[in-house]
């Protein structure tokens, strides 16, 4: 078959809308059953008898596997999304893994696969061996003849997945591919045509965008099938044969952290007029004063003017002469001031602006803020404005991702997260038991009233534990916090590394080289980097890895992402937060008010005050997450207004 023609008859799901109210609340109640004690004990109870069966045919010969394989995809063609044939497709891919991989999967593994077949989220702890368990539920897919994509955090992971796997998917009978962000089309288009695909988010949403954009009217499902009865022959040109199966590794960051931005196809759009009025109102803002001449709203993160100051009619071309626009370019040039800081969202690099992805410490190339924001930003760093860009599509994750027939995935943090995971994307979330008791200790978060007396005490603790013996790992959300840390180190002598959006060439190596005795890494927030840090013997009898974050951050799922660091697979290790009453948390959800009376609190320093600090940390990560949750909600808003407002124009 043509995998073209694999597209054509591929009908996506229309995306429910998210429900409110009393609906909401039944729900939530639906979404707890379905992620209850008695479920968790069936699918244990099913992938028991897979592992079973497993453990049986490593006694089975290499012909007599390969005839039951073959069986296997047969049936599986022809009964797809069949329970029971899935369940003994678990324990054939588990046995060829062994044998072409050299690796074991324990039953956590299996189980873990069998949770995303069954269309659910799997947490697993960091170091139970997600990729295998991505790959096993992959390969049992492909059996289907489905298109099977699996997405990862990034362009690395993709290859570096897919090559290791590919001798796997081969002994499976089944074709696998990778798409990165530098892939030609023709070669999207020959990795697409195979059985699994590895890519990232960004780019499966994008290369569906462009075929949208490429199909027009044929975009509907139904006229796609139809076209195809009338003329099966005719090869309508997309890049991917289909959306039916995706499962998502590192699934809260991307359909969490990341859903709050819209992926845009846009194309450069010259525009004079507006780079001359974003310099002159840079002009002006520099002239500007806080408090005298506008008000901040950090928690917002918004401008008010104090007083109707405006561009001067002049410094501005005729287009943009109506004071409201002049207003709007003046607020965006000191948001760029005031909330855009370099090497924490952005990195200038050869006299261009880079963003970077807060969550992850990673450089997002090719993306851009819009409404003359970005050209705001390079005025201020003083580099060559870029043109604005034209939007041509647009689509949030959370939309593209309901719309696959079965959508599944894992991570090592979804727990908070798992009322939004339920309404949003119907994914129930399962927790998946440790192959080994976990042995981190978790040590009590350190109080600090400034961050210089913060890093000041980091430092301290990292010497301290790195003369011991013991490897540390000293996680930051931001490149300017990396940087800091490092030359402090660097000013008391302590060799040590670097990982972050600017220092990045060699993260597989510094990552690799994190576990050794008494080295000391620091890098930007973990998420999603993909690399376990093993511990050498020397570390291991030191006391093992001990991690420590510079600060809480908006979300405890994120805290716990780089803690997880520590202790994977039964090693020994710790974890503490150090944390500062200026950090960005309190100063953004905390009035001025609560943060005075936290500083009094932790002058005092008695019995209870670290309880209460506790407290405030939580507050103010609730108050972050539900501010997070409401621009998350305001762009499914938006998503669904652009779809009816193009079907009604007949473009949808």
């Given at each position: 078959?043509?995998?073209?023609?694999?597209?054509?008859?591929?009908?996506?799901?229309?995306?429910?809308?998210?429900?409110?109210?009393?609906?909401?609340?039944?729900?939530?109640?639906?979404?707890?059953?379905?992620?209850?004690?008695?479920?968790?004990?069936?699918?244990?109870?099913?992938?028991?008898?897979?592992?079973?069966?497993?453990?049986?045919?490593?006694?089975?010969?290499?012909?007599?596997?390969?005839?039951?394989?073959?069986?296997?995809?047969?049936?599986?063609?022809?009964?797809?999304?069949?329970?029971?044939?899935?369940?003994?497709?678990?324990?054939?891919?588990?046995?060829?893994?062994?044998?072409?991989?050299?690796?074991?999967?324990?039953?956590?593994?299996?189980?873990?696969?069998?949770?995303?077949?069954?269309?659910?989220?799997?947490?697993?702890?960091?170091?139970?061996?997600?990729?295998?368990?991505?790959?096993?539920?992959?390969?049992?897919?492909?059996?289907?003849?489905?298109?099977?994509?699996?997405?990862?955090?990034?362009?690395?992971?993709?290859?570096?997945?897919?090559?290791?796997?590919?001798?796997?998917?081969?002994?499976?009978?089944?074709?696998?591919?990778?798409?990165?962000?530098?892939?030609?089309?023709?070669?999207?288009?020959?990795?697409?045509?195979?059985?699994?695909?590895?890519?990232?988010?960004?780019?499966?949403?994008?290369?569906?965008?462009?075929?949208?954009?490429?199909?027009?009217?044929?975009?509907?499902?139904?006229?796609?099938?139809?076209?195809?009865?009338?003329?099966?022959?005719?090869?309508?040109?997309?890049?991917?044969?289909?959306?039916?199966?995706?499962?998502?590794?590192?699934?809260?960051?991307?359909?969490?952290?990341?859903?709050?931005?819209?992926?845009?196809?846009?194309?450069?759009?010259?525009?004079?007029?507006?780079?001359?009025?974003?310099?002159?109102?840079?002009?002006?803002?520099?002239?500007?004063?806080?408090?005298?001449?506008?008000?901040?709203?950090?928690?917002?993160?918004?401008?008010?003017?104090?007083?109707?100051?405006?561009?001067?009619?002049?410094?501005?071309?005729?287009?943009?002469?109506?004071?409201?626009?002049?207003?709007?370019?003046?607020?965006?040039?000191?948001?760029?001031?005031?909330?855009?800081?370099?090497?924490?969202?952005?990195?200038?690099?050869?006299?261009?602006?880079?963003?970077?992805?807060?969550?992850?410490?990673?450089?997002?190339?090719?993306?851009?803020?819009?409404?003359?924001?970005?050209?705001?930003?390079?005025?201020?760093?003083?580099?060559?404005?870029?043109?604005?860009?034209?939007?041509?599509?647009?689509?949030?994750?959370?939309?593209?991702?309901?719309?696959?027939?079965?959508?599944?995935?894992l991570t090592g943090t979804a727990r908070e997260a798992r009322d939004e995971l339920w309404l949003v994307y119907g994914l129930a979330v399962i927790p998946v038991a440790t192959n080994k008791p976990l042995r981190r200790t978790q040590m009590p978060d350190r109080f600090f009233a400034t961050q210089s007396e913060k890093w000041s005490a980091v430092v301290a603790e990292a010497t301290r534990l790195?003369?011991?013996?013991?490897?540390?790992?000293?996680?930051?959300?931001?490149?300017?916090?990396?940087?800091?840390?490092?030359?402090?180190?660097?000013?008391?002598?302590?060799?040590?590394?670097?990982?972050?959006?600017?220092?990045?060439?060699?993260?597989?190596?510094?990552?690799?080289?994190?576990?050794?005795?008494?080295?000391?890494?620091?890098?930007?927030?973990?998420?999603?980097?993909?690399?376990?840090?093993?511990?050498?013997?020397?570390?291991?009898?030191?006391?093992?890895?001990?991690?420590?974050?510079?600060?809480?951050?908006?979300?405890?799922?994120?805290?716990?992402?780089?803690?997880?660091?520590?202790?994977?697979?039964?090693?020994?290790?710790?974890?503490?937060?150090?944390?500062?009453?200026?950090?960005?948390?309190?100063?953004?959800?905390?009035?001025?008010?609560?943060?005075?009376?936290?500083?009094?609190?932790?002058?005092?320093?008695?019995?209870?005050?670290?309880?209460?600090?506790?407290?405030?940390?939580?507050?103010?990560?609730?108050?972050?997450?539900?501010?997070?949750?409401?621009?998350?909600?305001?762009?499914?808003?938006?998503?669904?207004?652009?779809?009816?407002?193009?079907?009604?124009?007949?473009?949808?």
């Amino acid at each position: 078959m043509n995998p073209t023609a694999d597209y054509r008859k591929t009908v996506t799901v229309a995306p429910r809308e998210l429900q409110r109210g009393l609906d909401s609340l039944v729900a939530r109640g639906i979404g707890a059953a379905r992620r209850s004690a008695l479920v968790r004990a069936r699918l244990e109870k099913r992938a028991r008898v897979a592992f079973a069966e497993y453990e049986v045919l490593e006694v089975v010969g290499a012909v007599a596997l390969q005839t039951q394989i073959a069986e296997q995809r047969t049936t599986m063609r022809r009964s797809p999304g069949n329970r029971a044939l899935e369940l003994h497709g678990l324990s054939l891919a588990a046995e060829l893994a062994r044998r072409t991989l050299g690796l074991r999967p324990h039953f956590v593994q299996v189980l873990g696969a069998l949770i995303q077949l069954d269309g659910a989220l799997a947490e697993m702890a960091t170091g139970e061996g997600k990729t295998l368990v991505v790959g096993i539920a992959a390969a049992v897919a492909g059996w289907s003849a489905r298109p099977v994509q699996v997405v990862t955090a990034n362009d690395y992971l993709a290859e570096r997945d897919a090559e290791w796997l590919a001798p796997f998917f081969k002994a499976c009978g089944l074709q696998c591919g990778a798409v990165i962000g530098n892939s030609e089309a023709q070669e999207r288009r020959a990795s697409y045509a195979k059985d699994i695909v590895y890519t990232t988010g960004k780019e499966l949403l994008a290369d569906y965008l462009r075929d949208r954009i490429l199909l027009g009217a044929m975009a509907d499902g139904a006229r796609r099938h139809l076209r195809f009865l009338l003329k099966p022959d005719q090869d309508l040109r997309t890049v991917q044969r289909g959306l039916h199966t995706v499962f998502v590794d590192e699934a809260d960051n991307l359909l969490i952290d990341e859903a709050v931005t819209p992926l845009i196809i846009s194309q450069a759009q010259p525009n004079d007029a507006l780079r001359e009025a974003c310099d002159a109102a840079h002009t002006l803002a520099s002239r500007m004063e806080r408090g005298r001449d506008y008000r901040v709203d950090v928690a917002m993160q918004s401008v008010e003017l104090t007083q109707p100051l405006s561009l001067d009619d002049q410094a501005v071309p005729g287009i943009f002469a109506p004071a409201k626009w002049r207003e709007d370019l003046l607020k965006q040039a000191l948001k760029a001031r005031e909330f855009f800081h370099r090497d924490r969202q952005y990195v200038v690099d050869d006299g261009k602006l880079h963003l970077v992805d807060e969550s992850t410490g990673r450089l997002m190339p090719n993306r851009s803020w819009r409404q003359g924001l970005h050209q705001a930003v390079e005025a201020k760093e003083g580099i060559e404005l870029s043109d604005p860009t034209e939007t041509i599509a647009r689509m949030s994750f959370q939309r593209f991702f309901r719309m696959f027939q079965r959508l599944g995935g894992l991570t090592g943090t979804a727990r908070e997260a798992r009322d939004e995971l339920w309404l949003v994307y119907g994914l129930a979330v399962i927790p998946v038991a440790t192959n080994k008791p976990l042995r981190r200790t978790q040590m009590p978060d350190r109080f600090f009233a400034t961050q210089s007396e913060k890093w000041s005490a980091v430092v301290a603790e990292a010497t301290r534990l790195s003369a011991a013996g013991r490897p540390v790992l000293i996680g930051t959300r931001t490149i300017s916090a990396s940087e800091e840390i490092s030359r402090r180190l660097l000013a008391v002598g302590v060799p040590h590394r670097v990982l972050n959006a600017v220092r990045h060439h060699d993260e597989a190596t510094v990552i690799a080289e994190a576990g050794q005795r008494g080295g000391i890494t620091v890098a930007t927030n973990m998420a999603g980097r993909g690399t376990d840090i093993r511990l050498s013997a020397d570390a291991k009898r030191a006391g093992g890895l001990h991690v420590i974050a510079t600060e809480r951050n908006s979300s405890g799922r994120i805290d716990r992402q780089l803690f997880g660091r520590a202790g994977r697979q039964g090693d020994p290790g710790s974890a503490q937060a150090f944390v500062a009453l200026d950090d960005d948390l309190f100063l953004r959800n905390l009035p001025v008010a609560g943060q005075r009376a936290l500083a009094a609190i932790l002058k005092t320093k008695l019995p209870g005050s670290t309880a209460i600090l506790r407290a405030a940390v939580a507050q103010a990560q609730r108050k972050s997450q539900s501010r997070a949750f409401q621009q998350r909600r305001s762009v499914m808003a938006a998503d669904s207004w652009m779809e009816d407002a193009l079907s009604f124009c007949g473009l949808g």
